[in-house]
């Protein structure tokens, strides 16, 4: 007995693979997990975002303009969307996250130019994300003196010899000092809260269903509602207390502004915590255990967290990666929660964003209600 016998231990291979065959949901994360991680490491996630939406307030429209902004167009880092009438409506669309750049291109700017007194560009940029328009910026400055290289001929090419024909000017909106905690930390929030909201509350029914103290509920004189709500009521007061614990500690530790409403920021909230139960909930239903609710939790957790524009730039994903990261909740939390902290935003502009948690909330709320009133029958 005491002798390594081949024999045996073919006998517990064999024994595994069975028991690895019978649990079709872990085999099917075993492999499923790696090959997601593969395409959207492979794939969607791109350092080098381009075709960012840019808006265009000019106050006069000449050759030299009209070169420079087809210039930008073709260099794939911008994509012109509009030309608001003044720079307010601008400002909004920077505001709302519609636009990533507004360049504002000042009156007499041709005639300053043919006279070499380097007329001022300036370009205003939503810096809530550094890393999305970093390389945009640094393309930006040589981009205009190509543009008009070819404009300034005949008596102007001695401006082509100077360095620079027109004075660019950048402002970092949002963020002036570019600093990465400004966009990290709250979108931490988001983050903290999918991953604990959605693995505490799948794992505590699956907890039950394991235990066998679920038919001790079932036994007990309440409706399915009502146990729902039961389950999902402690959790969102959780939920508060972090957000509380971690916007304490992003002004404290991180100086993280805080210039919109805390109350407009706990009534999205809110609906992302719901959305973020539902989706434990409708997993509690599904796994069997709580190694399938934990395995679920991680499925939905990877692409939130590589999507959403936590991680990477959104603007630098293929259109299909963006498709799937607008059915994310955590993608318009993190557009809400940046939105509030650093650019004040007022309802009507996280409106936008918040409609798609409350559409995603009522359909996985549907779902869920109808798996766990199925799983109680």
Aim: net charge positive; glycine share 6%; with cysteine.
């Amino acid at each position: 007995m005491n002798r390594f016998s081949w024999r045996r231990l073919l006998a517990v291979l064999a024994k595994e693979f069975i028991q690895m065959r019978r649990d079709r949901l872990t085999f099917a994360m075993m492999v499923g997990i790696p090959i997601m991680q593969l395409c959207l490491f492979g794939y969607a996630i791109n350092t080098d975002p381009k075709h960012l939406p840019t808006v265009v307030v000019a106050a006069e429209s000449n050759e030299y303009t009209r070169r420079l902004l087809s210039a930008m167009e073709q260099s794939d880092y911008f994509d012109l969307i509009a030309q608001p009438a003044d720079l307010d409506r601008g400002r909004a669309m920077l505001a709302r996250g519609q636009a990533l750049f507004l360049v504002r291109v000042p009156p007499d700017f041709g005639r300053s130019l043919v006279r070499g007194e380097r007329p001022a560009l300036l370009v205003e940029i939503d810096a809530t994300d550094p890393v999305a328009a970093g390389n945009a910026i640094a393309a930006l400055g040589t981009l205009a003196d190509q543009a008009l290289t070819s404009e300034l001929r005949g008596p102007l090419t001695g401006l082509n010899a100077r360095p620079g024909a027109i004075d660019l000017r950048i402002h970092r909106r949002f963020n002036p000092e570019g600093l990465t905690a400004y966009n990290i930390v709250p979108g931490l929030m988001g983050v903290i809260l999918t991953m604990t909201l959605i693995m505490m509350t799948g794992l505590a029914i699956a907890r039950e269903r394991e235990r066998g103290t679920f038919e001790n509920l079932l036994a007990m004189p309440v409706r399915p509602i009502e146990i729902m709500l039961g389950k999902l009521v402690p959790y969102i007061l959780v939920a508060y207390i972090q957000v509380i614990v971690i916007l304490v500690a992003a002004r404290a530790l991180f100086a993280v502004p805080i210039l919109g409403s805390p109350w407009l920021l706990f009534g999205c909230t809110l609906a992302f915590i719901v959305a973020n139960l539902s989706v434990g909930l409708l997993f509690s239903t599904l796994a069997k255990n709580q190694m399938q609710a934990m395995q679920m939790t991680f499925f939905f957790f990877l692409p939130s967290m590589l999507l959403s524009g936590f991680m990477f730039p959104f603007r630098g994903m293929p259109g299909w990666a963006q498709a799937i990261g607008e059915l994310l909740p955590l993608t318009h939390f993190l557009r809400i929660v940046r939105g509030i902290l650093l650019k004040a935003n007022t309802a009507s502009d996280v409106w936008p964003n918040l409609w798609p948690l409350l559409a995603f909330t009522l359909v996985v709320v549907a779902l869920g209600a109808k798996r766990f009133r199925r799983t109680l029958d």
